[in-house]
Each structure stands twice: as structure tokens, then as C-alpha cells.
């Protein structure tokens, strides 16, 4: 155990039907006026944004929708929430959607109360204020709706660079698990990934014998596994889709890293690259990072690998559990070579090269200069 | 899963020395004035009250100091203190010391600002504010550093009960692993026995199905018995009384029930009426009880026993999982039978009707009436 503060002050409110709660919890925190960002038309059509304005307009909540936010979301478009925020002087932002959606929203709430430029706060400055942020999440995967993270993509200059500050954790997230019901098997599949990213990264670059937070990775992990394996076999198996929901948020919500000490975000930071390049879905890349990575790593903490397939698959070296994991990959059909997703392994070097500006950003640039990138992203070919 | 509201923002700052930032946290919070809420002699003659109190001079907080708090906490003491918060007109209560002085604080935090007798929001009221309220935990084991609960013992009528409300969250609280080292072995035994309670009330008595919030459990349980083997054979192991401190906060503070529905406390329930009556130590008590009511209850719930006893302690049958906990109780020296806190058999039908009490306030008196009680606590005979 190392030295921590924790401190996540996030209301959660699970359960069907909760999004209709959205405008009393507005209206509670002194709010009347907010922007609600979502993306294009999948809240629309399924009538989630019907529920949601009938229930600000039950609280009294004026509203500016603000809609088209892409998966890998865009600093231009965020820019533009930016200025819409400032000028209707809203109180608040709303967010209705996935991680994309939710992370947008931050960079607004951010933004929003700025003269500076919002990208100056993902590669300069520190955050200081934000608006409140509410949210209604669709899609579980990237623990966004309750954490202070928030990943936007420059496309003139493909950074796909993040904030993390206190500043924007969401006041309350609604998660109801209804509403990933008619998320695809693909999407199921990358979130399903994304979850076990997050809490990989802690588990193999951190120092050994951390065990209660050991243990509650191999409980989020072997949790993701069995209820993805049982959405696969039924879209609208209703427990595991609640359970999966719930295991997301808590794969990146401050509590599995609470005490390990320093450790480091390697795939990630290898696979922001990759989608910032070519506009794969993060789930994508992160599967074909992720046992590239594994096998690169194994030789530097043996013992944790030992561990881990011990603990997650039942078997007895680090090798096996790594093949085992990249098996799981293939059978919920997230790929796991660069091929899958039409990266030639003539482009490795321009993504170590890409890689490597958030590998210096993140520090981690000594033991990931761009010719071990590029080794790593070879494994992957 | 179960519809739930998680909401838990308590601040967590852990690590050597940290109880010197507890000035600032008050001045950040705009504290001027504060009650000082602490036990006996222990604090004192540690030199932790006038790290303390150095600090809070630093951050210009005045300080009336109370001094006296015994565990299992009197409601004739909280009622003192609730007089000398309102005499002082003290913005907020700090707490220096274990569960009892943050219960009896947490009482004078909701007694201070209400006309009422504070014995009212144990029996009858429901809390509606409080003064903001800071920790110094120095024993690891009740959990009441980020949660919502007091237990409060009134004398006169025997009562052992509690208040449970999101006003009494603390602020901020600061868990300094290594004020843990000088608990003595009987009391580290105590607290051990006190996390796995904490945890196996919501884990055998809610509805099956909830994996993930087993595999929280399971990974408490198993950090608890860990690492209270290796304090048990050194008192000053470092690491071992850290992880035990963060294991035994997330033990009950919301994270583990936040699901899986619907679950009961009996365990907590007979042991109130035990301590209530004897003044014997809580944990000392659980170890009595758990045993017990675990052989009471196998036959309602014979596959989570079974899961119990395989996960835990890799044994494969739900008897033998609860004779290998109440042998591991045995091992660190808590008790498991009556008599070894002096109660004598005869007493068992006076202990079943004061916990009776309980159980009707917690709405279990269906399931548990004084015959049943009796019955369960004929098991620790």
C-alpha cells in the first residue's frame, strides 16, 4: 500500500426507468437552465430524449440541445459546444450517451467557463473550474460517468489527448441498464475490452503485493468475461447487462488504483494513437494492443502474470493466461491484429511516432521511446 | 442487480503522517471553530492530540477539546458533548480516535443543530442535518470513516442503536496506517472479525445471482485474513496494518451491498444486544454470533455457503467453510463461545428479548423473533 487520497464524489442512480429522475435532480442542485449534449440519432429515435426533456420540463429546466458528438470525439465540435454553452449562459451541461458523449461534455464544462481555448487545458494548462456536470449514460465501458476523465481528439494535429481533474466528475450519473440493451455485439465486444484495459494497466505496470486491490481487479475482470459471454449468447440478458454496466463504472472510478503507488497507462497510451490515425473504435484497439503489449511485458513482472492466469483463467503460467485472454478476444470477435482493422505493418512507425508526443506527456517516455512502440505494435502484425 | 443509489463522498486521505493536513482541510472548507471529539488517555499519550492541535493552529481553527468517548459510546456522553457544541458554537465536529469516537461524534454532529433530544434520531426521527464532521482515524474497523452510521449505547434502557444518513458522511477523513501499529492484539483480532461481519451480513442474506459483489467480498474476507496473519505475527508490519486499514473502509462503506438488493443485518442485530447488556467488545461479540447464526442459516442458503467455503478457504462444503472461519476466529484468540466472555447460558432468553428490539426496528422480527434468537445464540453455548 502507498499513500492516496481518494475522493469521488459522484451520486450514482441505477436502475430502469431512473433517466425520468434527470429533472428533480437538476432542479434539487439549484439548476435551470443546461445544455444537453448527446450524439446523433440513437437517443433519438429510441425516445430516450424524448424522457429525459419531459422530465426537465417537469423540473422546470430549460434546455439547449446540442447533438452530433462522434465516437473519438472532436475538438472542433467541442469548440463549438463551447461557444453555444457561453452563449445561452447555461448553468449546467446534460449529457446523454457513451463515453464519447459524456467525455465531450466535460471538455464543454471546462471550456465553458474559459477564455482560453478548450484543447490549451488537454496539453497545457490545468483545470480550475467547470460547470456542474449531470449525465445519462448509454453505453458501459469507459467509466467516464464517474471519473474526471475526459479524451478528446485534435484532428488537424491527430492528438488524441485527456484531462483528468477533479473538476469534472459528474455530480449524478443515471445508469440505466435498459437502455445498453440494444447496444450490438461489436460495441458489447470493444466495451467488454475497454473495461479490462482499464484495470490491466494498474494491475502489471504497478510494484507487487498490493493484494486487496489485486483482488479486486480479478473480481472486475473475471465479472466482464462471464456476463459479456452471456450477453453474447442474449442481447437482453437483463442481469448481465446490469451487472456489466456496474462492473464498468467501477473499473475506472478511482478504486481499483487506490493505494497501488505509481503505474502507468502503456496500452493506452499506444492505443490513443492508433485511433487518432485511423478512427477505430478505442474496444478495437485496444484489443490489438493490449496482448502485444502483455507479451512485451511478461518478462518485466512474471509474477503478476503468473498471477493473473491463475486467477482469471484457471492456469499455470503467465504465457497461457495471456494466450487465453487473446482466445476471449477472438470468440467476442474485438480483433487482435493489426490486419483486422486494415493497419498495414508499413504504418508502425508513423503510430510509434504519433504514440510517442503522449508518452512524453504522460512521462513514460523513458521505458516507451518509439522504437519500443513500434517493437510492441509488431507483435500485433 | 438491483436498482441502487451509490453515493459516497467522503474524502479519503491516507498515508504516514497525514493527520498534519487536517488544519488545512478545515481552513479550505472555511472551518473556523471545532468541536475535538476523542477517547481517553491513548491519543494523548501517543503525542497524536498535539500533532493535532499543532495543526489546527496552523490553519487558525479554534478548538474546544471533549475528551472521554469509551467504546461502545454512551448516549449520557453524546448528550455532553451535543451541550458543548451548542455552548461553543462550533461550525464542525473532528473526530481523533477509533469507530467509537467517530459514532459518538457523528451523534453530536446531528444533536448540535436540532432542539431535539439527540436520543430521538436513534428511536424515532430521521436525521435532516448535521454540522460537517472530520476524522482522525487511528484503530481500523468499523467503517464509520465513510459511511453513514452511529451506533450509540443508551445505558438506562439497555438500547444499542443506530442512525444511518447521508449527513453524517464524513468530510474529509484521514487514515494514517502506522497510528494502527500500537493496537494491541486482542483489539486488531476485533476489528478483523468486525470487517468479515460487515461484509457477510449483505453477502449470505441477499438473493443469489450477484457475482460481482461476491468477488468484493471474497476479496475483503480473504485481504482480512491475510493480513491479520501477518500483523498477528508482527504488530509492526507496515504493509499488512495499511492494507488492513483500506480493506476494512471498503468493508462498509457502501460498495460491497450497492445491487444487490434487499439483505438484513442479524448478525449485527443479536451482537447489539450482547455488547448492549455486557459492555463486551463489539468484535468479540461478532465472533460469538457469526458462527452461530452461520450454522443457523447454511439450510437457507446452502450455495452461497458453499461458494463461501470454496473461494475462501478453498474447502468444499458450506460446514466446513464455517468451522474453518470459526477455527481462524479461535486462532487469533476471539472468542466463539459464551463463556469465554463470561455469559452464562441462563442469560440467553434476557439477551433474545433485547435484541428483539432491534430486530422489530430493523424490520426482521418476522424472521427473528426472541425463540429464534434464543436459538441461534444456543449454537455459541
Not at 499513500?3 to 435551470?32: V, Y
Not at 448527446?38 to 425516445?47: E, L, T, Y
Amino acid at each position: 500500500m502507498f499513500d492516496f487520497t481518494f475522493h469521488n464524489p459522484t451520486k450514482i442512480i441505477f436502475g430502469a426507468g431512473k433517466e425520468t429522475l434527470i429533472g428533480s435532480e437538476l432542479h434539487t442542485a439549484g439548476i435551470n437552465r443546461v445544455l444537453l449534449v448527446h450524439g446523433r440519432n440513437s437517443v433519438v429515435k429510441s425516445g430516450l430524449l424524448d424522457r429525459v426533456m419531459a422530465s426537465l420540463k417537469a423540473g422546470n429546466i430549460e434546455c439547449t440541445p446540442f447533438g452530433g458528438v462522434v465516437s473519438n470525439p472532436l475538438l472542433s465540435h467541442t469548440r463549438e459546444g463551447v461557444a453555444l454553452a457561453k452563449r445561452e449562459k447555461v448553468e449546467a451541461i446534460l449529457a446523454v450517451g457513451g463515453g464519447s458523449v459524456l467525455d465531450e461534455a466535460k471538455a464543454i464544462a471546462v471550456g465553458a467557463l474559459s477564455d482560453e481555448d478548450v484543447w490549451q487545458f488537454f496539453v497545457a494548462k490545468e483545470v480550475e473550474r467547470a460547470l456542474p456536470l449531470f449525465t445519462v449514460l448509454t453505453l458501459a465501458a469507459t467509466g467516464s460517468e464517474m471519473n474526471g476523465n475526459s479524451v478528446i481528439t485534435n484532428a488537424e494535429t491527430r492528438q488524441k489527448y485527456n484531462i483528468s481533474s477533479p473538476h469534472v466528475y459528474p455530480k449524478v450519473s443515471i445508469l440505466n441498464p435498459e437502455l445498453t440493451h440494444s447496444v450490438p455485439p461489436d460495441y458489447t465486444a470493444y466495451s467488454a475490452v475497454d473495461a479490462i484495459a482499464h484495470v490491466i494497466e494498474g494491475y502489471f505496470t504497478k510494484q507487487p503485493g498490493t493484494h486487496l486491490q489485486d483482488r479486486l481487479v480479478e473480481g472486475i475482470i473475471k465479472t466482464v468475461i462471464e456476463t459479456t459471454d452471456l450477453i453474447m449468447a442474449d442481447p437482453g440478458h437483463a442481469k448481465a447487462r446490469a451487472s456489466f454496466m456496474w462492473t464498468a463504472t467501477l473499473a475506472l472510478n478511482g478504486l481499483t488504483p487506490a493505494g497501488i503507488g505509481a503505474y502507468s497507462f502503456p496500452n493506452h497510451m499506444i492505443e490513443h494513437a492508433l485511433s487518432a490515425i485511423y478512427n477505430i473504435p478505442h474496444g478495437a484497439g485496444l484489443s490489438i494492443v493490449m496482448p502485444a503489449w502483455m507479451k512485451w511485458y511478461l518478462a518485466k513482472n512474471p509474477s503478476q502474470f503468473a498471477r493473473f492466469a491463475k486467477e482469471i483463467f484457471g492456469l499455470a503460467s503467465g504465457e497461457a493466461g495471456i494466450d487465453a485472454l487473446e482466445k476471449w478476444f477472438v470468440t467476442i470477435k474485438s480483433p487482435v491484429r493489426l490486419a483486422e482493422v486494415d493497419i498495414p505493418a508499413t504504418d508502425i512507425e508513423a503510430i510509434a511516432e504519433n504514440a510517442e508526443g503522449l508518452a512524453r506527456q504522460w512521462g513514460i517516455d523513458g521505458l516507451y521511446p518509439k522504437e519500443t512502440i513500434a517493437e510492441i505494435l509488431r507483435l500485433a502484425v
